[in-house]
């Protein structure tokens, strides 16, 4: 009908095609992913096909997967929105929310074909959602008081992240230098003050956490190589000769002398402008463009160490942590506030040198230094590393914890079947499709390591039902255990942040009922 009053190009997919498609593309990415989830989750290639970019990764990250994919599926994409806002708000658990989403929508789609409507369905939702909810707020326990429980509670959350990743062999490593780096920002937010340098060679133990700011740049010909109580000077200038810049403007001389006076010319006004930056009393000059030979030579005489080149990403983090600010004219020396540290140095790392800022202004500025065999390794440590420290971030704001290892699902779903009973209607078929949803994430774990899934759930289930509320899946040993015993434990924010994004994502594709793709406006010839 839609079709008489629609353009050429445009379609319209309508009710139990609409839903089927939509259904269909979200549980497909669903079950791409899931075979990554958990401690024994496989890991991805991702192989760009581009003519001018031919480069591959590695890699078990949700997000990292799922933006690198070209989508034509719209239910498939609003996954792909989630595990990306999942990554943006607590860095884990990505994984997680599109393979929950996935089994609500897979649980969703038998009601559909019981005839159940689908507004009967996400009712239900929402109900076994609120008891979810609290129930996850039951076992959530707060050890922010005490500062050593708290330390342990925040080694073990980053033991658990690291755990499903590259960095699993050296998680009590690695998870040391998560935990020491966010605990020097003493409740700050700001992770660039953590900074993540790779440097191909040696073995990942190699690692280690810097006391202060690397800078992955060279100190200018003939400078000093080493200034202590350094004041600094960060700028975005061009210091490049200053030359005629009129484009389309013509000179003519009549003799080489001429020439000659008009090149001294460009040197006096770079001389003009190193004698400002000199004004300003810094005794450490770092500029986000290059530097050329005349002022490199300048600041040399002036024992003045001069860094080219440092990127953006590098000036403003460097201003962050040493408390100065970026500067692009200096013609009011009083206004510009100058960065401090108490040492800049050369140092060597491997076989590459790099400028060390120790004792910033900042006193949370810290530089992880990985080390590993090859760019591939690195850029997947490098990922894993930064989801345990946007966990840890998350957790020192959200304090609370739970238990892993599929222990909160199996709670959650069992609150959820208990209020099932005293639920009349069609709505109670829905919360328990909720809880079965909930009931899977334990099982495809369990799965992945190639254990009897159904057996361990079955057993996990009848545990809690006894009484064992902090059990969950062992899946080094293939058996159920006590996770306090285990030290399984994932921040609370992550998993209430899963539960509520999954939910709410799967209850919009399900309310779909008509797809419009509409086709694009026609140029008129001649435009």
């Known amino acids: 009908m839609e079709g008489a009053f629609l353009n050429s190009g445009a379609s319209v997919d309508k009710g139990e095609n609409a839903r089927l498609s939509s259904f269909i593309g979200a549980i497909a990415i ?6 990554t989830l958990g401690p024994k989750g496989m890991d991805k290639i991702l192989q760009r096909v581009s003519e001018g970019d031919q480069s591959v990764s590695v890699t078990n990250d949700g997000a990292t997967i799922l933006r690198s994919i070209m989508l034509d599926n719209a239910a498939a994409k609003v996954l792909v929105d989630i595990a990306r806002v999942q990554d943006d708000e607590v860095g884990d658990g990505t994984t997680s929310v599109a393979v929950f989403c996935g089994e609500l929508l897979r649980e969703a789609e038998k009601l559909v074909n019981e005839r159940i409507h689908p507004q009967t369905i996400a009712a239900g939702w929402r109900i076994a959602r609120n008891i979810a909810k609290k129930a996850l707020e039951e076992s959530a326990v707060d050890n922010s008081s005490d500062e050593k429980l708290f330390r342990m509670d925040l080694l073990r959350i980053a033991k658990t992240t690291l755990s499903s990743k590259l960095l699993t062999h050296e998680k009590e490593y690695f998870a040391n230098l998560a935990v020491d780096a966010v605990m020097r920002l003493k409740g700050s937010s700001n992770l660039d003050h953590i900074q993540i340098l790779k440097k191909p060679g040696g073995q990942l133990k190699d ?35 200053d030359k005629i810049k009129i484009y389309g403007s013509r000179v003519k001389v009549d003799s080489m002398s001429k020439v000659a006076e008009i090149e001294e010319a460009e040197k006096d006004k770079m001389r003009q402008k190193c004698e400002k930056i000199i004004a300003h009393g810094a005794n450490v000059f770092i500029n986000r463009q290059l530097i050329y030979n005349l002022p490199e030579s300048i600041f040399a005489e ?28 200096f013609d009011h020396p009083e206004l510009v506030t100058l960065g401090e540290c108490d040492v800049v140095e050369e140092i060597m790392i491997g076989e590459d040198k790099v400028i060390r800022l120790g004792g910033c202004k900042s006193g949370e500025a810290c530089t992880i230094v990985l080390r590993g065999a090859s760019s591939h390794l690195l850029d997947e440590a490098e990922r894993s590393l930064h989801d345990a420290l946007c966990v840890l971030q998350a ?37 328990a499709a909720f ?46 255990a006590d996770m306090i015993d285990l030290g399984v434990m994932e921040s609370f924010k992550s998993k209430y942040q899963v539960l509520m994004s999954a939910s709410e994502a799967a209850e919009m594709i399900l309310r779909v009922d008509d797809i419009i793709k509409c086709a694009p406006r026609q140029r008129n010839e001649g435009y």
Not at 30 to 35: G, N, S
Not at 419 to 426: A, I, Q
Not at 452 to 460: C, F, I, K, N, Y
């Open 207 to 241: 690692s280690y956490l810097e006391d202060g700011f690397l800078l992955d740049k060279q100190i200018g010909v003939g400078q000093p190589k080493r200034i202590e109580k350094a004041k600094i000077l960060i700028a975005n200038t061009s210091m490049d000769t």
């Open 395 to 431: 957790t020192v704001k959200e304090p609370r914890r739970i238990f892993g290892g599929g222990c909160s699902e199996i709670f959650m779903a069992q609150a959820i079947d208990r209020e099932v009973e005293n639920t009349p209607g069609k709505k109670a078929i829905a919360m």
């Open 30 to 35: 669903a079950d791409m992913v899931k075979t």
């Open 435 to 480: 809880a079965t949803a909930l009931r899977q994430m334990p099982a495809i774990i369990a799965d992945n390591g190639g254990y009897d899934s159904a057996e361990l759930v079955t057993q996990l289930r009848a545990k809690h039902a006894a009484g064992g509320s902090t059990w969950g899946l062992d899946m080094y040993e293939g058996k159920i």
């Open 302 to 329: 002036r024992g003045i160490m001069a860094i080219e080149h440092a990127d953006f990403d590098g000036v403003e983090r460097l201003a962050a942590v040493t408390g100065g600010e970026v500067a692009s004219t």
